[in-house]
């Protein structure tokens, strides 16, 4: 049995780049990359967007539709701290 | 059927991570989908570590829903070493557990169940080395009854020519020669393959199942030979395997795999059967 103390007020922080891809029925799925890169620019988001409208290596997932690209790429940092409940 | 994609990345600090990619176009050819893995890590500080291509297919299974609760889980994993607090926990629901892994684990540290019904393995591997499980695996997960998924997890170049012993116990398993087998590992029917032999392994643990009762006037778990299968696991478990009980009272106990009976000392009792594969078989009481 691990000790709930032990984790008390330990802070962890991450950050990843949260990317929505729309799809012909009018789906959409996110998924999140992580680290993105610093300097991360509107122009690498629309070079990835390029090369996958023209190879669709993803599809929805509720008819198999081909992906109409991406609808938004977000930079989300995440704190996380981890609170003392041990009620002492 | 469904494909997705598992990358694994580490960071600057030799963390692990995995960015899943679910409902891949099956049509994409394997190198398409690594430099789609290679794009998106363009966009990452992380440095890509492995892609692997997971395959999902529902088999609808047409025997009895038996009425325990069994699992099977990767073999050369330690048993005392597998996370018990998780395995129950997901026994505990209802659900039924079944999991393989041909090699390379262990130990598993931590098992968890994802949105998509995939189960992560958390372990280490026999190099010592700590990471998410990336190598071959095949994992079920069940929730409804009669009715089962299975999940294949591979390295994009799946080895074309089987060299491992395990494919000579898989091909004797579902009844093809060894050449066949080949066959259908090159034409990358291996979910296929891995359907046909947890088809073959439910059918034994069935009739396993039968060994197995509870004796209330001495409050003891009970197995009991059954003609026509007690030969099938004594030559298996003469091979490699063993026989435990697993009481969360006592731990694991290994005993003797033609009969048993010893006293139920706790809330949850186990009986698992190890093939010669060393894959595992629990059989809750």
Redesign the interface.
């Known amino acids: 049995m691990f000790d709930i103390q032990k984790f008390a007020d330990t802070v962890t922080s991450s950050t990843n ?1 949260k990317i929505e891809w729309g799809f012909e029925d009018g789906d959409t ?1 996110t ?8 300097e ?1 620019s509107s122009s ?2 629309a ?2 967007n390029t ?2 409208a023209t ?7 509720k008819s ?1 539709s081909s992906s109409t690209g991406i609808n938004s790429a977000i930079k989300v940092e995440q704190t996380k701290t981890k609170l003392d409940i041990s009620g002492e | 059927m ?1 494909t997705s ?1 598992k990358i694994e ?1 580490i ?1 600057g600090a030799r963390n692990t ?1 995995n ?7 099956e049509s ?1 050819a394997d190198g ?2 690594r ?2 893995a290679d ?8 440095t890509l570590n492995s892609v692997a291509k997971i395959t999902t297919t529902d088999i609808t299974n047409a025997e009895p829903e038996p009425t325990g609760n069994y699992a099977l889980w990767t073999p050369s994993a330690e048993f005392y070493d597998i996370n018990n607090v998780d395995f129950m926990n997901l026994l505990g629901d209802g659900n039924r557990v079944l999991a393989i892994d041909p090699g390379g684990i262990k130990a598993i540290n931590n098992i968890t169940v994802d949105d998509d019904m995939f189960i992560d393995f958390e372990c280490t591997l026999n190099d010592g080395s700590t990471k998410t499980k990336h190598q071959t695996s095949c994992a079920i997960f069940n929730q409804k009854p009669g009715r089962f998924a299975v999940t294949v997890e591979d390295e994009i170049q799946w080895p074309s020519i089987p060299s491992s012993p395990k494919y000579s116990v898989i091909a004797q398993k579902i009844g093809i020669s060894l050449s066949d087998l080949a066959e259908m590992i090159q034409q990358n029917k291996m979910i296929q393959v891995y359907a046909q032999y947890i088809s073959a392994l439910m059918a034994d643990y069935d009739n396993a199942r039968q060994r197995v009762s509870y004796v209330p006037a001495t409050n003891s778990i009970r197995v009991d030979p059954v003609e026509g299968v007690t030969e099938n696991f004594g030559v298996q478990l003469n091979y490699t395997g063993g026989f435990y009980i697993w009481d969360d009272k006592i731990g694991v106990e290994e005993v003797d795999p033609n009969y048993y009976e010893g006293k139920v000392l706790g809330q949850n009792v186990t009986v698992i059967l190890e093939d010669k594969l060393g894959i595992f078989a629990g059989l809750k009481s």
């Open positions: 780049l799925r998924f999140n990359l992580p680290n993105p890169i610093d991360i690498d988001v070079a990835l090369w996958v190879n669709q290596p993803i599809v929805g997932d198999g | 469904a994609l990345s960071d991570y960015t899943n990619v679910n409902y891949i176009n994409c398409t989908l430099t789609f794009k998106l890590f363009e966009l990452s500080n992380n």
